[in-house]
């Protein structure tokens, strides 16, 4: 954990002349905008081998109204659609969480700024920490990033 999961509708794999976006580079500019937080102490907020942003299309979607709004305005084209979800685990301050969401707000809002610009499309950023019933971890990543 800290697990960013995006979810967006397939339109945005479009090429960006066609109103699309690089949804890979969004996911390498979030991962390192986590890894860069830093808490009051200066620690890492995030443990470097347990930061994972995976993006996921909507084969299957339906926005709003379908576009008509933006039909009648004279703005061709579907409507776009983009839900990022960081779960992160318990323990850290509400001005430690608080800063983390600025900063992958600010990450989103440079990445979509064209999208935003000329296209209807909705980017919602939400982050969640919460009591896990069950919570079982293997990994062989993090010895990577311990020193010795």
């Not at 470097?48 to 909507?58: C, F, I, M, N, Q």
């Not at 709003?64 to 409507?79: H, S």
């Not at 969480?97 to 499309?121: D, K, N, T, Y």
């Amino acid at each position: 954990m800290p697990h960013l999961v995006i979810l967006y509708t397939a339109n945005l794999d479009a090429p960006a002349d066609q109103g699309g976006t690089d949804l890979s580079a969004l996911c390498r500019s979030l991962a390192g905008e986590m890894l860069a937080q830093r808490d009051e102490a200066g620690g890492h907020v995030f443990p470097p081998g347990g930061v994972r942003v995976l993006a996921y299309p909507a084969a299957h979607f339906a926005v709003a109204d379908g576009g008509a709004a933006g039909r009648a305005a004279g703005v061709p084209g579907e409507y776009a659609f983009v839900y990022l979800n960081l779960r992160m685990a318990r323990g850290r301050s509400a001005a430690v969480q608080q800063g983390v969401g600025r900063a992958l707000e600010a990450v989103c809002q440079a990445h979509f700024a064209s999208q935003l610009a000329s296209r209807p499309i909705g980017v919602t950023l939400q982050i969640d920490e919460g009591p896990e019933v069950f919570d079982a971890k293997n990994s062989s990543l993090h010895p990577l990033f311990r020193k010795p």
